[in-house]
Structure formats: structure tokens, C-alpha cells
């Protein structure tokens, strides 16, 4: 007779197949795994429960813990608006271009226009919420190919998104301006709705970030068919070194954040020293800083059931708090120390005259190696695994932040490192450098260490000190990286840092 840890190892098994089959396990009742394996899985933390009779893939040992719902957010409103509502729901035009500009903070509720709607809401777990407006979809829907969420084609969201949505997400706006690609298709709209207040908004945006041929374009066709176009910029501010041509979202948000955050490290963060001469002197600073400046990732790797797992739980042998906890740690002590080693040797090529960014960007896979090659000489890791950006999803433990597609990642990256190249502030090139490599998020694990150590290596090389974030500030540090994701103010984690600094 099978024990209760085969038994819940056969679930597990069923959970395995169905996460291979899908990134996003989201289950209806007993539609997918039969009532057995529902209740044991169930029962035993592996699931959890969003609404009755709908669940979402879950880990033991984390109760409470929101990342399992952040991370099956949009696949769960796909799969179970669909469920309710057939093809008659979309998101509206507000949350439309939110995804299309590549901005994926999980709202706090998430508006569905249905045109039998009932304008009721559905609680869901954390605090976040569905609302069922009754309203018209709109002509066409675009279908977002990583969830299936349903929502407005970029021509017609801009049409219709509210005036406030400029001056309320003027980075989200702005990012889906530059991915127009030409005004042909809302010339259409604006035509067959007679939108001439609308026409007249988009006119006065396109200009403000610099595409007058749009503007001008709409401009004409509107007055040819008669309708009176009043242009009106629908931003409160300018931005300057927008692309005058398209381009990817999440370059086009990259180099609007760091525009917006720049002038605010700097107005909170204090002014250099002299750039340290003595390369000896320097490393042997850091050398005793070593020991206390160990950190561990930020980043999680989500929540799939592998083979050796399944093995684990079925002998018994697997206990969610202590995992390999003992020989794991050793080997990421050692990867740390390598990678400190890497990190030095770049910053001597820095104070020898290589440029921080350029320098920075060539080494910085050779850290990540560093770090992690402990573990493929132990047999836990795959080569693979440590060269080159990451292939999958990832997510940050807690955080309504979930960083970029990885598809997304190798169009981000060279901005990335465009940026920290041009940039002439230390402070700027040490706190966005951080910020916006764990923003991106382009590693599989690790991505909060090599955060610090980018930050660092700024630092180090800018006429600041190497800069240890201790334990006890944590939480401060977490919660000024989620502002800075999520509202787009890094003022907190500047100063934060410049606190830590002095």
C-alpha cells in the first residue's frame, strides 16, 4: 500500500505534467486533476485557492506569501474571465496600454469592460480585485500572447484612454507613442468616430515627443474631412532624447525612467570625492569589507515541480524549510567570493582609464560566471545555465513588480548598458545602475548581487565608498527598489543609500 508521501508524490506528478504544458498553471474545479489529486495538493500547500473552485500553483513553506499570486496574476484573469465570459471582455483602454507599454506592476484591481456587465466586484487574494464594467468592447481586440488577456489594439487604446492617463502615466503614454509605428490605423478610428477632441489630444502628444510628421499627418486628414482639430498637449512636462523613430517598449520605458529618476539621485545624493589614485590602497579597502558584504538574491525561481523534487517528497527526504540549505549556502559562499574577485579586477581596469560602463558591460557576464560555477562543478548546474541571459520567467518574491519577458531582456540590455555609458554622474551610474539591472531582472537567479556589485563598482570607481546594505535595513532597501518599480520614485532609494554611505 502506498504511503502518504508516495501518494503525494503521484499528485505532484500531475502537477509537473500540466506546469510543463503551460508557464502558468491556473485550475477550474476538477476540469485538469481529479478530485484526489485536487484535495491532496491542496491540502498539503501546493495550491492555493484564489475564488472558489479556482486555484493557482503554490509551495509549501510559503503561506502568505504574495509571490505566487503576482506571478499567476494575468494567466488567472485570462483563464478566468474567459471561463465567466466567453470572447465578451477586455481590459479597457487604460490597462491596455499599461501592457502594451511593458508595464507589468500587478494593478491593485483590474477593470473588465463586458457588455453584460454588472458593475460588481470580485475580491481576490492580497487586497486586489476584478471589476465587471458594463460596456461596450471595443472594434477590435488584440490578444497579449503571453496570458491570452484580452484587451484594446494599441491604435485604439490611444484613442480612447482618458485625458488623465497622460499626466497620471506619462512613461506608459509616452512608450506606446514611440511604438507607433505609422498613423494610418487611427486615422480610421479618429475618422469613423468623428473624434475630433480626441484627434486634436493625440496631435498635441505626438508633438510633444517629437514626431511632428504624425502630428502634422493627423492633423491634415482630420481638417480634409472636415472635422475642427484643436491641438492640445495632454503632458504636463517635456522630456528631451525621445527616439524620433520606434522602437521596443521596454527600451522606449528604460530611457524614460532613467530621464525622469536622474536629476532626483542627484538632488539626494552627496557630492563625489576625488577618484581614488592608489589602486592598492582601494582593493585592500574592499578586501576588508569583504566578509560582512555577502547578500542574498532577490530573485526566486518560481514555482515548477521537477523530477528530483518529486523523488525528494516521495522518499521523504525533502523538508521545505531546510532544503540542502547547509551544502547549497556553502557553494554560494564560494560563488560569491569568485565573483568578488571578478569585480575587483574590473574596477582596477576602471581607475586605469577604461570607461565605467564599457567596462561594466564586458566583464559582467564573467562575474555571473564566477558566481555560479561552484555549482556546475558540484553537478547542480548545467553549463548552460551561467552563460548568457536568462530564457525563462523570473520573479521577485513579494513584489507586484514582475520583470520583463525574457524575450524582452536581449532588446533591454544594450539600452541598459547605452545608458550607463553615457552617463556622466557617479551617483546616477551607481544608483539607476542598480536599480534598473534588477528592473530588468536579465539573470536567472542572482540579480540582487550583481545589482550591488554594479552599484558598488560605481561607487568604488566615482569617489564614493564601497556601500553595504546590513541586514537590519532590509526591508527599507526591498521597499525603496518596489517604489522606485512600481510608483517610478527612486527618491527613497537614493537616499537610502546615500544614508547607508555616510
Known amino acids: 500500500m502506498a504511503t502518504v508521501a508516495e501518494k503525494i508524490a503521484e499528485s505532484l506528478e500531475q502537477l509537473k505534467q500540466l506546469q510543463e504544458a503551460e508557464n502558468f498553471v491556473v485550475l477550474h474545479g476538477t476540469e485538469q486533476l481529479?478530485?484526489?489529486?485536487?484535495?491532496?495538493?491542496?491540502?498539503?500547500?501546493?495550491?492555493?485557492?484564489?475564488?472558489?473552485g479556482w486555484y493557482i500553483a503554490s509551495r509549501p513553506g510559503m503561506e502568505g506569501d504574495t509571490t505566487d499570486w503576482y506571478t499567476s496574476y494575468w494567466a488567472f484573469m485570462s483563464k478566468y474571465c474567459t471561463s465567466r465570459f466567453g470572447d465578451s471582455w477586455s481590459l479597457t483602454a487604460e490597462q491596455s496600454l499599461d501592457l502594451h507599454s511593458g508595464n507589468t506592476t500587478v494593478p491593485i484591481q483590474t477593470i473588465i469592460r463586458n457588455p453584460d456587465g454588472n458593475n460588481n466586484v470580485t475580491s481576490l487574494l492580497y487586497g486586489t480585485s476584478l471589476f465587471n464594467l458594463k460596456a461596450k468592447l471595443p472594434a477590435s481586440i488584440y490578444i497579449l500572447p503571453e496570458y491570452g488577456v484580452r484587451m484594446y489594439s494599441l491604435a485604439e487604446a490611444l484613442v480612447f484612454v482618458s485625458p488623465t492617463y497622460f499626466r497620471q502615466n506619462p512613461i506608459s503614454a509616452r512608450t506606446c507613442l514611440q511604438m507607433v509605428r505609422d498613423e494610418s490605423e487611427i486615422y480610421g478610428i479618429l475618422a469613423d468616430e468623428g473624434a475630433s477632441t480626441r484627434a486634436?489630444?493625440?496631435?498635441?502628444a505626438f508633438r510633444n515627443i517629437g514626431r511632428d510628421k504624425i502630428a502634422n499627418n493627423i492633423l491634415a486628414y482630420m481638417k480634409r474631412l472636415g472635422y475642427d482639430v484643436r491641438e492640445e498637449d495632454p503632458f504636463e512636462d517635456k522630456v528631451d532624447n525621445i527616439s524620433p523613430v520606434p522602437v521596443s517598449p521596454y527600451v522606449a520605458r528604460l530611457t524614460l525612467m532613467w530621464g525622469k529618476m536622474r536629476q532626483m539621485v542627484i538632488d539626494n545624493f552627496p557630492a563625489p570625492a576625488s577618484v581614488p589614485a592608489n589602486i592598492a590602497e582601494?582593493?585592500?579597502?574592499?578586501?576588508?569589507?569583504y566578509t560582512e558584504d555577502a547578500y542574498h538574491s532577490l530573485s526566486i525561481e518560481g514555482y515548477k515541480v521537477s523530477d528530483e523534487l518529486?523523488?525528494?517528497?516521495?522518499?521523504g527526504n525533502w523538508n521545505p524549510k531546510e532544503e540542502d540549505k547547509d551544502a547549497h549556502n556553502a557553494l554560494v559562499a564560494r560563488g560569491y567570493y569568485q565573483?568578488?574577485?571578478?569585480?575587483?579586477?574590473?574596477?582596477t581596469k576602471i581607475i586605469e582609464g577604461t570607461d565605467a560602463g564599457t567596462a561594466v558591460d564586458d566583464d559582467h557576464g564573467n562575474w555571473y560566471f564566477e558566481m555560479w560555477q561552484p555549482m556546475v562543478a558540484a553537478g547542480l548546474y548545467k553549463p548552460s545555465a551561467i552563460v548568457g541571459y536568462r530564457n525563462r520567467p523570473v520573479y521577485i518574491r513579494g513584489s507586484r513588480h514582475t520583470p520583463m519577458n525574457y524575450e524582452a531582456v536581449r532588446d533591454a540590455m544594450p539600452e541598459y548598458f547605452r545608458l550607463l555609458r553615457e552617463e556622466e554622474h557617479p551617483a546616477v551610474r551607481a544608483i539607476l545602475g542598480h536599480f534598473m539591472f534588477s528592473f530588468i531582472h536579465p539573470y536567472?537567479?542572482?540579480?540582487?548581487?550583481?545589482s550591488r556589485f554594479i552599484m558598488n563598482t560605481m561607487l568604488s570607481t566615482g569617489g564614493y565608498s564601497w556601500t553595504i546594505v546590513p541586514l537590519e535595513r532590509r526591508d527599507a532597501y526591498m521597499q525603496a527598489l518596489e517604489k522606485a518599480s512600481i510608483e517610478g520614485d527612486i527618491a527613497d532609494f537614493t537616499k537610502l543609500i546615500?544614508?547607508?554611505l555616510s
Open 310 to 315: 518529486i523523488e525528494k517528497v516521495k522518499s
Open 200 to 204: 486634436g489630444r493625440l496631435v498635441g
Open 34 to 52: 481529479s478530485r484526489v489529486h485536487l484535495t491532496r495538493l491542496l491540502s498539503e500547500g501546493w495550491l492555493k485557492e484564489v475564488v472558489k
Open 444 to 450: 536567472n537567479d542572482g540579480n540582487g548581487r550583481m
Open 498 to 500: 546615500a544614508d547607508l
Open 339 to 347: 565573483a568578488f574577485q571578478a569585480v575587483k579586477a574590473t574596477i
Open 282 to 289: 582601494l582593493l585592500k579597502q574592499l578586501d576588508d569589507k
